[in-house]
């Protein structure tokens, strides 16, 4: 029991250590994902840096979920400090978390130490981001 209570502090620091700080940036996304077991998600968004916007495009894949979702997600930056470092592969470093008002989010981070939080911001649809994390590209 104590070691699973010292685990799930472990994870929910990074978390709460972020919620302090100022954000870099902001992201707003759209996805859908469909899924029979091993699912594939897609979408677009916009992030907001240094006062200007640039396109993004999200892909990935998941595992163990049946269905197809469409959400509107929104979230915060940190550690971006070129805006080159924010494309990449993003896994989740922690377990997703709820948002006041029963919304669901996750935390992720990718290969140049960038980290998004992000919750869906539409009410009664969840998004799972995938198990196995998610591609960022930024856009033209």
């Not at 902001?26 to 994902?33: H, Y």
């Not at 892909?59 to 940190?78: C, K, T, W």
């Amino acid at each position: 029991m104590r070691l699973a209570i010292i685990g799930a502090m472990l994870l929910i620091a990074p978390i709460a250590g972020a919620a302090e700080e100022k954000p870099d940036a902001t992201v707003k996304m759209t996805g859908k994902a469909l899924s029979v077991g091993v699912g594939y998600s897609w979408g677009n968004g916009v992030l907001t840096y240094q006062g200007k916007d640039y396109p993004f495009s999200i892909s990935g894949f998941s595992a163990g979920d049946i269905g197809f979702n469409v959400a509107e997600l929104s979230g915060e930056v940190f550690n971006l400090k070129d805006l080159a470092d924010f494309n990449g592969n993003y896994t989740s470093f922690a377990a997703g978390i709820t948002v006041a008002g029963g919304g669901s989010g996750a935390t992720m981070r990718n290969q140049n130490g960038v980290v998004i939080n992000v919750w869906a911001t539409t009410q009664g649809l969840m998004f799972k981001l995938g198990v196995d994390g998610m591609k960022v590209e930024l856009t033209k």
